[in-house]
């Protein structure tokens, strides 16, 4: 198998998820409450045996079935449950990102305490980096974790956690989270740690904000929140790291789950300009919509393809893979956003209408241009790349 080509199990692979995510997920997003966790929903992900898999992507070493590498199955699994039902690909990759930290270098007793629990949607989990002031830009970071004096001899091993995080996925509703906090080590990224903090912590507090897409994200204050060396994922000061780690598996399939979103656009469009009549025969017959189809399948298409090579790279462990995984989102979701408006413009008013299928996806397209490293930040790791 190349990273261009699906193999007949591959693609009746996806075709199931579609058909899986519109007729079991999709009734139970609709019932959910918009900007808070859907715990019906995570529930039946986890009966299906779909969060496991995105639980259990970021462990080392972790195998699949039939040759297909875990990056690579983890955009095929976003991209075809996106294509149905966004709000369940939502919740399959908030899980995953949550749990990433913890599953690649969570100690035995923190993976046996929540991954388990994650993977049955009993848990919910949550990545906590971004910061008021510090959201791109990650190493920026100012949540401090100071020594506790109580926590022993001269604080070693225990901290407090004091500061704020926002836009914060699953927020306020997770029941722990991966926190990413300065142990002051070093400035920048080398000073940075990352700390399991279950959400019943004393001190910890959070708030839901209202946002233009439909799935869950608040702010969380740390008033001197305690932890301890044992809720420390991987090494002190290594946390930067573990972030990165996280994002690197992660990022290529947020171009998956634009293309999932893209893809249901094109479809839609080429539905409708087959049957909508005007000037005396159909949409697709002007010049003018057949060229504006063509454009979006050629670039939805290419950014499939870019996708999925990322995902393949990934999985080799091939060098430069942050850039391919940079080029792959950027790429994905600037594609999906321009594919979406398209598809608007060509069903006219009628799309804009509260319930149509492309109301809802106009409002999902645009927040995976800003989250897990805008655009603007992509091409910048992709022009640093380009000159390593």
């Known amino acids: 198998m190349t990273a261009f080509a699906l193999d007949p199990e ?70 075809s449950l996106a294509y149905s039902c966004p709000e369940a690909e939502t919740a399959l990759a908030l899980q995953g990102l949550g749990t990433g930290p913890v599953a690649q270098a969570g100690t035995e007793a923190q993976r046996r305490r929540w991954l388990r629990e994650a993977a049955s949607g009993r848990a919910v989990a949550a990545f906590a980096l971004s910061e008021p002031e510090a959201g791109s830009d990650a190493a920026a970071l ?7 004096p109580a926590g022993g001899e001269g604080g070693a091993g225990a901290w407090r956690l004091t500061g704020t995080k926002t836009w914060i996925s699953n927020a306020p509703d997770a029941d722990f989270y991966s926190v990413f906090a300065r142990t002051g080590e070093a400035p920048g990224a080398r000073g940075i740690s990352a700390f399991l ?60 789950f634009a293309v999932g979103m893209a893809q249901a656009a094109l479809d839609a469009s080429l539905e409708h300009a087959a049957e909508r009549r005007a000037f005396g025969g159909v949409l697709r017959d002007l010049q003018s919509v057949s060229h504006q189809l063509a454009e979006m399948a050629t670039r939805t298409e290419a950014a499939r393809l870019l996708v999925y090579a990322a995902a393949a790279a990934y999985d080799r462990d091939d060098d430069g893979i942050a850039r391919s995984a940079a080029m792959a989102k950027l ?24 319930g149509h299928l492309l109301e809802h996806l106009y409002r999902e ?11 603007e930040v992509q091409r910048t790791l992709i022009a640093k790349e380009l000159y390593r």
């Open 10 to 79: 591959q693609q009746e692979w996806c075709a199931r998820l579609r058909t899986l995510a519109g007729e079991r997920l999709r009734p139970l997003a609709e019932g959910g409450e918009p900007g808070r966790v859907n715990h019906a929903l995570l529930a039946e992900m986890g009966e299906l045996g779909l969060l496991a898999r995105a639980v259990t992507a970021s462990a080392p070493g972790a195998a699949r079935k039939g040759g297909t590498g875990r990056a690579l199955e983890l955009c095929l699994l976003r991209e």
């Open 142 to 148: 100012t949540l401090r974790a100071d020594p506790d």
């Open 197 to 256: 903090v279950p959400a019943d912590r004393p001190g910890l507090r959070g708030e839901p904000l209202a946002m233009l897409s439909p799935h869950p994200i608040g702010t969380l204050t740390f008033d001197g929140v305690p932890v301890t060396r044992e809720d420390l994922l991987g090494e002190q000061g290594r946390g930067f790291g573990v972030a990165m780690r996280t994002l690197n598996l992660f990022r290529p399939s947020v171009g998956a």
């Open 331 to 354: 790429m994905a979701t600037e594609t999906a956003q321009y594919v979406v408006d398209t598809a608007v413009q060509i069903h006219g008013a009628a799309a804009l209408r509260q």
């Open 365 to 375: 397209v645009r927040a995976p241009r800003i989250y897990e490293g805008a655009s």
